[in-house]
């Protein structure tokens, strides 16, 4: 059911008032000219019009042209006059008779006239309170002719669209326009605070976006047509990540408080934010090695080598602050998104969200407008009700992208980039959700494991980078919540109705030509091989062909390329950083890396919190702590000779307090026995960071 629109917004541009009292005067002095003018083409309709003839029409098009140099009262009457009802028809319904006058009227630019919104207004209030004097009355007077002036302005633009709906399309172009010049001024300042949903009429944050939402609306409700029209135009003036990062904040506010208008436009909005936050996270690569970089800053790799070692460390500090602004922009997107998101019902995810899976899926290595599925079924899984939970959904709907692959015969349609992609984020979202119930995980690793068994039995081995890729969500899944799963199934007393036994992870090794170890993260294969030998997940045969890992003091850290973040381009250490990755694999869900909007992320699992995959050091003391899973050092953001540097936990403490200098970033490192509540932080410019709470216990 199409919402109605919302009436409300009218209040944003008030009725005309009454004319003054000399106004007949302009309305014919115009009637007259315009009608002389049409009377003379008419009479010779082939010869090109002379704009110059009457000096009336004249003196019209010399008002409309430079309003900053007309008189303000006369430009208001002039707008008054064109709306007059035979004028109107007359000038709109000949567009080619009046193109210049139609032009200059459409093209009307009066914002310069005079203050009207932000720290202006503030002034003007301030003005009116008496600070630092000044003839408020005077001031007063001025601000309301130049209001009445762009009323009048978007009223004729609204009778020209009622008149003439050719003139739709231009009119809306307009208006988008307006809102772009709003948007970019620097005295406003939207926020998520700005984000209206509810219809209420509140206002938007500036009296002229008041203006320009109220007559769009008007025009909605005038023209169905420009229901069709608006959209493309909204989207075609949206900023590029190129431009003022207030621009692209305040633009991306107005476009989400166009939610009221209706339902004609909602979808298309929701996957415009999505769709522009996506633009900006895949400019932002994190290298498998550990390097952040901007998608097209490689380009410039080969000219760094041949010049000097001065160029070069400047080239690096302009690419770093490039990066961190793009950063910046998409986190301030991001804070945004996660606000709008809060304002929504639940029946939003099922109406708008899953248009944006296929899009998620197929931009290999986004990583972090996926948290936008995470925030809403966060969100939803905190809240009390009586239907599934919406990552119930999210995940019913990647599985049976896995499972059309097997059981369709036109499966063949899917990328191999989709299906990895599929695999890593139901991996990714298993392990790194709190709130998802363990019958939950069970059905996940249930329908992996079906997958990759029927790949074996088929004995077709054509495709077994996707079986690797399968195996590897599988093991990655288990080394986070593998113990959680498993006592899960002990204490099913009538059993689960997933079968995530152990003989199933037996015949993911049935096969002698797939060695689903042998391929896939070290680390993830370091671990898994604990977990399945405790439990029995691994073959005695494979075990005793590789490597027997007996109890660790610690955990394996399972370093990805998401967490290796910031190590060799930018700490220098390149042994360190680098990451075995023979599937070229992400996690999705690796932890959220923008600064202000992190917080809305809330139920997140770092490895630190699962107690169960640490191991009690043998023969040592009993308060020993484990060290983190996904990393081997605690992270500080410092200043320190501008650059970053990295240091190892091996090294002496000595050395690691030395981390405080002057004149740009350090990432530090420092263990402590008993490390509860320690934090580790990696931190890109001033916008990107790793942030690790540390939850363990210390015994």
Known sequence: MIAALNTDLYKGLPPLKEPPADFEQVANFLQTAVHTRHNKSSVTPTKRPNHSSGSGYKAILDCLRSPAKSDVNLLYKVLRALQGGQVLATVFGHPQLHATLIHFALKLHLFDLGPKSGADYKNKRAGEEGVEGGNTEQDGSKNEIYD?????????????????????????????????????????????????LDGSGRSSGDPALDKVHATIQKILMLVPKAKIDLFPLVSRNFPHITNPSQLVKNYTVVAMQMWQYGDFIREDLVLLMLNKALEMDVEIRIEDNGDVILDDSKKDTEG??????????????????????????????????????????????GLYMPQFIPTLLDVYKSKFVQFSFWYLMEKDACMEH?????????????????????????????????????????????????????????????????????????KNFTRNKLFYSITQAIFYIM???????????????????????????HQLFASDALNPLANCLSSVRLEFQVLG????????????????????????????????????????????????????????????????????????LYWEDVEDLTYEREGENDDESATDLEASTVMSSQEHHGSIVLKDLDEDEDENENSVGGGGITISSEQDECSVGSTEEMSIGENLRIDEVNSMESW
């Open 148 to 196: 009445d002036v762009m009323n009048a302005h978007y009223h004729l633009l609204i009778a020209i669209c009622s008149a003439n709906s050719t003139f739709l399309h231009p009119v809306l172009d307009v208006l988008m326009r307006h809102i772009r010049f709003i948007c970019a001024r620097d005295s406003l300042d939207l926020n998520e605070c700005n984000i209206i």
């Open 304 to 349: 760094d080598k041949e010049e000097n070692d001065v160029h070069v460390v400047e080239k690096q500090a302009k690419k770093l602050k490039t990066v961190s602004d793009v950063a910046h922009k998409l986190d301030v997107n991001m804070k945004l998104i996660f606000s709008f998101l809060d304002k929504q019902e639940r029946s939003f995810y």
């Open 386 to 458: 009586d239907e599934n939970p919406l990552y119930r959904q999210f995940i019913s709907e990647l599985i049976q992208i896995l499972y059309s692959t097997v059981s369709s015969p036109d499966s063949n349609h899917i990328s191999n980039s989709t299906i990895m992609s599929t695999a890593s984020y139901l991996a990714s979202f298993c392990a790194r959700a709190r709130f998802v119930d363990t019958d939950s995980i069970c059905e996940v690793l249930s329908g992996l494991l079906t997958w990759a068994i029927f790949y074996i039995q088929q």
């Open 479 to 505: 080394c986070y919540r593998g113990r959680q799963v498993m006592q899960y199934r002990t204490d099913q007393v009538t059993g689960s109705q997933h079968d995530v036994s152990a003989e199933r992870f």
């Open 533 to 604: 030998g405790e439990f029995g997940l691994i073959p005695d045969s494979i075990v005793t062909a590789t490597k027997k890992v007996k109890k660790k003091p610690a955990a394996n850290k399972i370093m990805t390329p998401g967490i290796s973040c910031l190590r060799n381009q930018l700490g220098g250490i390149h042994s360190q950083a680098k990451v075995s990755n023979p599937l070229d694999s992400f996690f999705p869900f690796d932890p959220y890396l923008l600064r202000q909007s992190s917080d809305c992320i809330r139920q997140y």
